[in-house]
């Protein structure tokens, strides 16, 4: 195929040499993404493949064919490619524009072409930034981990239009390779889909990784999912905090004196005073003769009360 479709625009202009003029075939993650692009075993990865002109020695992409090449060790498919609007309406003359051929785990001959000579091809397609070509999805394996690379292959075709009429023909130009990118096939425990390393419930399946209070744990572990300061309900529940204002390990919300202070009975725990009650044979109904025995024992009891102590 790729034969044929050089064949056809050499019946139309005849190549000619022209001052050296580049382009660059590039290959990177789609939807926004960059490299690496970080998948759970079987997932899909996104792609684009651009294409940069330089401009002052040509007037713009006449023809392109390419290879897309992975080590993914997967079969990859054609079926996912969509070619960029601009390009589908510019470079099917003929009907050559190709969606390749899959090969193992690469797709080959890529390509499509304007028509030359007859008046209608448009100047100037990838000169001053990079001219998205096609989009498609990658398969990565379901059965092994690591990081594999996309790259374009150095096996491409190009023709420009020369400037004044002709064609400028791969002798003339210098084609440069862009770096691709990595897609890394990471562990995902809970096989809902994402990584572990990025996953908000790695241990409990949550495909939408919903998160709806923001705390960065998914609802699908989150026993809190509406309390951004809670993932556990604790002892006060959600949406109260576990709070110990006087620290005796006590939360406010159970304790009967969150300040310290007092407790109405039992015995002191760390921050609270102990109860008031008066050694026994203090206070009214004491006789005399008990005052006299019990006097040193009812003021050492009291200091100690005062004082916070048991003695």
């Not at 044929?4 to 939807?31: H, K, N, W």
């Not at 002052?56 to 054609?78: A, E, K, M, R, Y």
């Not at 440069?176 to 990595?182: A, S, W």
């Not at 006299?292 to 003695?311: K, M, Q, S």
Request: proline share 9%; net charge negative.
């Amino acid at each position: 195929m790729r034969r044929f479709i050089c064949s056809a625009i050499a019946i139309m202009a005849l190549a000619i040499q022209a001052p050296a003029a580049e382009v660059t075939y590039d290959v990177r993650p789609g939807d926004g993404l960059s490299s690496p692009v970080q998948v759970a075993p079987g997932g899909t990865v996104p792609y684009e493949v651009t294409i940069e002109v330089s401009s002052g020695d040509n007037d713009g992409l006449l023809l392109f064919i390419f290879d897309l090449l992975t080590d993914l060790g997967v079969p990859q498919s054609t079926d996912t490619i969509t070619f960029d609007p601009l390009i589908a309406s510019l470079f099917n003359f003929g009907g050559f524009m190709q969606y390749g051929t899959a090969v193992d785990d690469d797709i080959t001959d890529i390509g499509g072409t304007q028509g030359f000579g007859l008046g209608g091809e448009t100047p100037g397609i990838g000169h001053g930034s990079p001219q998205l070509l096609i989009r498609g999805e990658l398969q990565t394996p379901t059965n092994q981990l690591g990081d594999f690379n996309v790259t374009i292959g150095a096996n491409t075709k190009t023709q420009l239009i020369a400037p004044g009429g002709g064609i400028i023909d791969d002798p003339a130009i210098t084609t440069n390779l862009g770096p691709g990118f990595v897609i890394q096939v990471l562990a995902d425990s809970d096989q809902d889909g994402t990584p572990d390393i990025n996953d908000n419930c790695p241990d409990d399946a949550n495909p939408g990784q919903d998160d709806s209070d923001g705390d960065q744990v998914g609802d699908a572990c989150d026993a809190c999912p509406d309390d951004p300061d809670k993932i556990g309900k604790g002892a006060c529940g959600c949406g109260t905090a576990d709070t110990d204002t006087d620290g005796d390990a006590t939360p406010d919300c159970i304790d009967p004196t969150p300040q310290g202070g007092v407790t109405p009975s039992g015995p002191p725990s760390n921050g609270d005073q102990p109860p008031v009650v008066a050694p026994p044979g203090c206070g009214a109904g004491v006789g005399m003769a008990n005052l006299v025995g019990f006097g040193a024992l009812c003021l050492v009891g009291l200091v100690g009360l005062r004082r916070g102590r048991w003695y």
